[in-house]
């Protein structure tokens, strides 16, 4: 875990660097880690168990700022409420509403769970309720594009560059 997330970071910051040095705008930031604790009110506060990668990753970071280019990963500590899981829900409603999970393949009935938003709550990554039809724990969807992912280090090699986005996309 620790080694995909330097890698992420890394990679972030090289971006961050070519592309917004002396803007001001943010870069890449972990921060502290949640505790078994916290994960453990987490997972009670959304009514299923959080997927062992991510669970692994807010153990190191408890969320992250420009995960991938203007997109934050939620932590415990976002829970229950603040302006990036406000963003999150918002987005979370959006795709509810116009069903596009169902239309890229996440069965009727599979609970979604915000994991990341990005700023302009246009493009977000969520947590899938377990089912036994499928394996799929994540649904990355936003500005037309779409893909399933089995484990959140899947998510974090497509942010990081290590995996392409076309081995997980949905069509």
Not at 44 to 60: D, K, N, T
Request: with cysteine.
């Amino acid at each position: 875990m620790q080694e995909w997330i330097a890698r992420l970071v890394h990679v972030r910051g090289l971006e961050w660097s070519a592309e917004n040095a002396g803007s001001g705008s943010g870069s890449p930031a972990l921060r502290p880690p949640a505790t078994a604790q916290d994960i453990a009110a987490l997972e009670r506060s959304i009514g299923m168990p959080v997927e062992s990668a991510y669970a692994e990753f807010l153990a190191y970071t408890d969320g992250m700022e420009h995960f991938h280019l203007n997109m934050s990963v939620l932590g415990c500590g976002d829970r229950p409420a603040s302006a990036v899981l406000a963003r999150a829900e918002e987005f979370l409603q959006a795709v509810l509403d116009t069903e596009v999970h169902l239309d890229e393949g996440v069965p009727e009935g599979v609970a979604l769970v915000p994991v990341a938003v990005n700023a302009e709550a246009s493009e977000g990554i969520f947590m899938l309720s377990p089912d036994p039809a499928v394996s799929w724990r994540f649904f990355w969807t936003g500005k037309g594009d779409a893909a399933l992912f089995t484990s959140f280090s899947e998510v974090c090699d497509v942010a990081s560059g290590a995996r392409p986005w076309s081995d997980f996309a949905t069509q």
